[in-house]
């Protein structure tokens, strides 16, 4: 179905790998176009309860965009390849179910942003992140100075922006842009786990934190007003219902989503 990506779907958890091994997974127009088309299959489909990007083999995650489609790009064609990205980004940001970035080697660049645009991030042992953007006379683009000072702070942010510097892994940990590290061979093993821990909880409730969270970044939204409302529907909820009945009756709950 997809040209550059391989998808699975087992247990309720979907994986998505980026499949350009040969281009160390190298973000270009045909990945961007058929990331935002699995994300539509993700909306969709109600088996998927929770996804998983990665890389395909043992060096890369996303290595960056395709900078051989940079070359000869206007002013007004870069601006609209930025703004096509962070499109497909904000897609993924905003997607009412758990994503979670499996880093399996270079998240660099166009990499990186995609790791940061998911809900968050575990890494492999040789994982190593950059946004070397300045070494080619450029910024990021593709939300990069946004998420990464929202995730690290603003000094650490700027001082990896233009310096280009390239973090490992437990700097990323320490950093506060991964959640956790492991070895490469565990690493999907664990994004498993985690999400198949999340996929017992309350669906609905799951996307009101998701957006609720998203809301502190977004300035054309409140925040306090986002969870109050989302607090509220979830009491209209069945699963609210069986999440309070099966406390009460020291039950594990079984929710449906509705």
Known sequence: MYQTLLTSLENHIFAITINRPDKLNALNHSVMQELSEVFDEVQKNAAIKSVIITGAGPKSFVAGADISEFLELSVDEAKSLAQKGHSVFKKIENCPKPVIAAVNGFALGGGN??????????????????????????????????????????????????????????????????????????????????????????????????????????????????????????????????????????????????
Do not use: W
Not at 185 to 207: D, G, T, V, Y
Not at 213 to 229: C, H, K, L, P, Q
Not at 238 to 248: N, P, Q, R, V, W
């Open 113 to 258: 942003e995609l790791a940061m645009a998911c809900h968050f991030r575990i890494a492999s042992d040789n994982a190593k992140f950059a946004q070397p953007e300045v070494n080619l006379g450029i910024i990021p683009g593709y939300g990069g100075t946004q998420r990464l000072v929202q995730l690290i702070g603003k000094g650490r942010a700027i001082e990896m922006m233009i310096s280009a510097k390239m973090i490992d892994a437990n700097t990323a940990l320490e950093y506060g842009l991964v959640n956790y590290v492991v070895p490469q061979e565990e690493l999907l093993n664990k994004a498993k786990s985690i999400l198949a821990e999340i996929n017992s909880k309350a669906p609905l409730a799951i996307a009101r934190c998701i957006e609720a969270a998203n809301s502190v970044f977004d300035e054309t939204r409140n925040g306090y007003e986002i969870e109050i409302t989302a607090f509220g529907y979830c009491f209209g909820t069945e699963d609210m219902k069986e999440g309070i009945s099966a406390f009460l009756e020291k039950r594990k709950a079984n929710f449906t989503g509705k």
